[in-house]
């Protein structure tokens, strides 16, 4: 079951309602030619769900292409870059937390398993996919950083230690630094370089408390953003972690995620997401890619490094955003998806003169 609206003259954004509740939201990742969305429920008695759902190409309305059963709560999920109906999850069977990795088949439209990852300890936390070899994958568990195989085959395991708890990871989506993980214990950073099995940086205190999320600007691989449960957002350069380079304030409770505009030289803008029920779209000019449209003064006076825009449709914590992978129309990198925990999904646009200042318009 699920609840739908379409967007109204006075609402500027699409809404989407999961009669369960949800906590991760991801992008169709090999779908570029529609804006594809998938949110997967979390209820413990029954039965959970896949939704795939598609917006429009102007962002009014939602409509849901289909529904996958799926037989646990699932906790992530993790859609393929190289096959639009490959999907990994981690779901609570418990007492035991798994993986598995599907084909969401379009035609029956049922889950396929196709491979299973094997034994965790504790909690996994994470699901990636290797942005740069699609023939592996890596979970994140409560001490373990576990390489497999996209068979289920067990690659190798990175052991951080019984003292170091993690919250969270990012694979490094840059050719440059391909075999490297960031991982986040509790209030650190740290990176790992997965083929020689060596610590690349560590960041000790990143934030007050928690660390909530990683990423990575796909434009310059040593930069990357932390967010926590002490409400700020931090940018930093790993060849230099010991002061980050800038700091954001601007949400009242913990930041659950923020994720960079992963779009050829889009990198200038971010979202964030928050238990305070808040979506936040910042621009970070001054740490992106330089157009060579846009002169250093127009950066400096036309750009500024803020908060762009609060997006405050939800009614509960927005624990999942993630940006829209679709690239057959002009402004389609500038649509992104919120989830909320009681199962609301909201679907925005980044402001078209924000999008002009970052194209250099």
């Known amino acids: 079951k699920s609840r739908m609206w379409e967007v109204s003259s006075e609402r500027s954004s699409a809404l989407y309602g999961l009669s369960y509740k949800a906590r991760c939201i991801e992008a169709q990742r090999g779908e570029h030619q529609y804006n594809r969305f998938l949110v997967g429920t979390l209820n413990l008695l029954e039965q959970n769900q896949i ?7 102007d962002v009014k309305n939602v409509t849901r292409v289909a529904v996958y059963e799926h037989p646990n709560e699932i906790w992530n999920l993790s859609s393929s870059p190289y096959n639009k109906n490959h999907i990994i999850t981690s779901y609570n069977t418990v ?13 029956t439209h049922e889950l ?64 440059y630094l391909k ?30 408390q928690f660390v909530r999320d990683i990423d990575i600007n796909i434009n310059n ?17 790993q060849r230099n972690p010991e002061t980050p380079l800038k700091v954001f304030t601007g949400h009242s409770h913990w930041v659950w995620q923020v994720k960079y505009n992963n779009y050829h030289r889009r990198d ?27 002169s250093l003064d127009t950066y400096n006076t036309r750009t500024p490094d803020k908060l762009v825009k609060t997006y405050d449709d939800h009614e509960d914590s927005v624990y999942s955003i993630t940006w829209s992978s679709c690239a057959a129309g002009p402004l389609d990198w500038t649509t992104f998806a919120s989830l909320s925990y009681d199962g609301m999904v909201v679907i925005n646009r980044v402001p078209e003169d924000v999008a002009s200042a970052v194209l250099g318009s």
């Open 112 to 175: 396929e398993e196709l491979a299973q990852f094997g034994y965790h300890d504790g909690i996994i936390k994470q699901v990636l996919w290797n942005p740069i070899d699609q023939s592996n994958v890596a979970t994140i568990d409560t001490h373990n950083i576990r390489l497999w195989d996209i068979g289920g085959q067990a690659v190798s395991c990175i052991n951080v230690g019984e003292l170091n708890q993690l919250t969270t990871a990012c694979w490094n989506n840059n050719p």
């Open 268 to 294: 200038a803008l971010l979202i964030s997401s928050s238990t305070d029920g808040t979506v936040n779209l910042w621009n970070v000019s001054s740490l992106s890619y330089k157009n060579p449209k846009l």
């Open 221 to 237: 691989p040593y930069y990357l953003v932390s967010c926590g449960d002490d409400c700020k957002i931090k940018f930093w350069d």
């Open 95 to 107: 007492p035991d937390h798994k993986a598995s990795l599907w084909n969401m088949n379009e035609n």
């Open 51 to 57: 939704h795939q759902i598609e917006v429009s190409p």
């Open 179 to 208: 075999d490297q993980i960031l991982v986040a214990s509790g209030d650190s950073l740290s990176g790992h370089d997965i083929r020689q099995k060596e610590i690349t940086f560590t960041i000790k205190r990143a934030h007050e």
